[in-house]
Structures are given as structure tokens and as C-alpha cells.
Nanobody, 131 residues
């Protein structure tokens, strides 16, 4: 079964915008903690943002003020709005669901990553930002 599907990636120039979508299986969307991650070639995967079913969000310092996570419950979808993109934002972007939520102490990309083998991950969508 496919639980998470990302879309919306593409190629843009620096300063541009993209909105990524993560379609979430209904049984996950009813009470969730979803994390957005990215991995650039040759680099370690890093957490970008989280959003939970209450709409609480957290962001990595390097995207704060530029990226916004949101949700649409009617569509079982979470979004990552990315503005003022920089070349350093070029990466494959993934969404992941913390299957232990709400038993975890917080909705955190560190917690999702630490339990990565237990959690559901999408296959990713590529974002390329050119100068």
C-alpha cells in the first residue's frame, strides 16, 4: 500500500517559489505528525519542517521565514510552500509520517529520522534551483 506521495517539485530560478504536496493515506491523516526532509547529492538527509494534525509547525533555521507547512484535511494532504528559493535548496524532498504519534514527546524531524525504519516515507520529489 502507498501511504505517502510527494509531488510539486520542479526547476526554478533563485528567488522563485514552489509548493510541494504530500498526499497522505486516510488512516494516517486522522491524527498525524508529518515531517518534510531533503537530501542533496553527497549530503546527509536533513529535516526541514514538521506539521501535526493540530496545525502546529516547526522549521529548520535555514528555511524559517521562507518555507511554510500547511494542511488540507479535506484532501488528506499536507503542503510545503517554498518561497525565495536559493540554490542551496536544491535537493530531493521527502515527506514522512511518524507512526508513533501522538505518543512521541514532540512532532520533530529528529524523532522521525531516528525511527526512520518504523515510519512511512514517500519516494520524494526533486527540487532544482538555478542561479
Amino acid at each position: 500500500a502507498v501511504h505517502l506521495v510527494e509531488s510539486g517539485g520542479g526547476s526554478v530560478q533563485a528567488g522563485g517559489s514552489l509548493r510541494l504536496s504530500c498526499s497522505v493515506a486516510e488512516n494516517i491523516f486522522s491524527g498525524f505528525c508529518i515531517g518534510w526532509f531533503r537530501q542533496a547529492p553527497g549530503k546527509k538527509r536533513e529535516g526541514v519542517a514538521t506539521i501535526d494534525s493540530n496545525g502546529n509547525t516547526n522549521y529548520a533555521h535555514f528555511v524559517k521565514g521562507r518555507f511554510t507547512a500547511s494542511k488540507d484535511e479535506a484532501k488528506d494532504t499536507v503542503y510545503l510552500e517554498m518561497n525565495n528559493l536559493e540554490t542551496e535548496d536544491t535537493a530531493m524532498y521527502y515527506c514522512a509520517a511518524d507512526l508513533a504519534w501522538p505518543s512521541e514527546p514532540s512532532c520533530s524531524t529528529d524523532i522521525i529520522e531516528a525511527a526512520r525504519s518504523r515510519n512511512y516515507w514517500g519516494r520524494g520529489t526533486q527540487v532544482t534551483v538555478s542561479a
